[in-house]
């Protein structure tokens, strides 16, 4: 009766074991490495939807006075908005970041990594749409009506 396993067979097993640790490896470094990427782009998108809370959170603060016009102002790159204090507040893309300066307070970063942001203001239907992308293939938009 036979109580262990030959040379040959204890060999034979070593060398399917190396091989199946010598595929596995690349295959969890592609897949750690394509975590890395979903990670980034979460973020990314994370940022960017707290970068769009924050121009909701300034249009609900606007100046909602009907003698005062254009509380709200864009132009390709710039977003203005005059806040019932008096106070405006730019947000603006320079480089690849998006920031926001206000008239009393230093400018500070609400994202980065931007290819580019684009604001636009329908006057006829008071649409407000924001559109930001990143460097990557990501984008987030956002529309808001200006209601008085």
């Not at 490896?25 to 897949?31: D, F, H, K, S, Y």
């Amino acid at each position: 009766m036979r109580r262990g396993l030959t040379l040959l067979e204890l060999l034979l097993a070593v060398a399917l074991l190396a091989a199946a640790a010598a595929a596995i490896v690349p295959l969890t470094r592609t897949a750690l490495g394509s975590m890395q990427d979903i990670d980034r782009d979460l973020a990314w998108q994370r940022s960017a939807d707290m970068a769009l809370a924050e121009i909701d959170r300034l249009l609900l603060r606007r100046d909602r006075d009907p003698s005062r016009a254009n509380a709200v102002t864009t132009t390709d790159d710039h977003l203005r908005v005059r806040l019932a204090t008096g106070a405006t507040v730019t947000i603006r893309s320079e480089d690849d970041r998006l920031l926001s300066g206000h008239t009393t307070d230093p400018e500070r970063l609400l994202l980065a990594e931007i290819e580019n942001a684009s604001f636009e203001l329908n006057e006829e239907t008071k649409l407000l749409t924001v559109r930001l992308k990143s460097n990557g293939r990501l984008v987030a938009l956002r529309t808001w009506e200006l209601t008085p």
